[in-house]
């Protein structure tokens, strides 16, 4: 199994930044992408940003060129991080985070953070 425990989040102004991390644990030798997602109220949930294990980065088209993803690996953990710049009301909503296994293509989830822009 993997755990996966987010922290981060809160609230700011529209034009600013915050980051989100999310530490995943367990198997983590068996994730071979992880990333974010976000559900604002009353829509569906949305990839904003995921990375692979050989470092290969998506972005939703949303965020590009204001957010950015990273991923740090241990033996014993893996942690992606996500920075967020130039931040707008639109980008409110609970942020999470997400690890996929191979081959079982199994989805971890985490509780969720929220992310909230406004003034």
């Known amino acids: 199994q993997v755990q996966l425990v987010e922290s981060g989040g809160g609230l700011v102004q529209p034009g600013g930044s915050l980051s989100v991390s999310c530490v995943a644990s367990?198997?983590?030798?068996?994730?071979?992408?992880m990333g974010w997602y976000r559900q604002a109220p009353g829509k569906e949930r949305e990839m904003v940003a995921i990375?692979?294990?050989?470092?290969?980065?998506?972005?939703a088209d949303s965020v590009k060129g204001r957010f950015t993803i990273a991923r740090n690996s241990t033996p014993s953990t893996s942690t992606v991080y996500l920075q967020m710049d130039s931040l707008k009301p639109e980008d409110t909503a609970v942020y999470y985070c997400?690890?996929?296994?191979?081959?079982?293509?199994?989805?971890?989830w985490g509780q969720g953070t929220q992310v909230t822009v406004s003034t």
């Open positions: 367990g198997r983590v030798f068996s994730i071979y992408v």
């Open positions: 990375i692979t294990r050989d470092d290969s980065i998506t972005y």
């Open positions: 997400n690890a996929r296994d191979m081959p079982t293509l199994t989805d971890h």
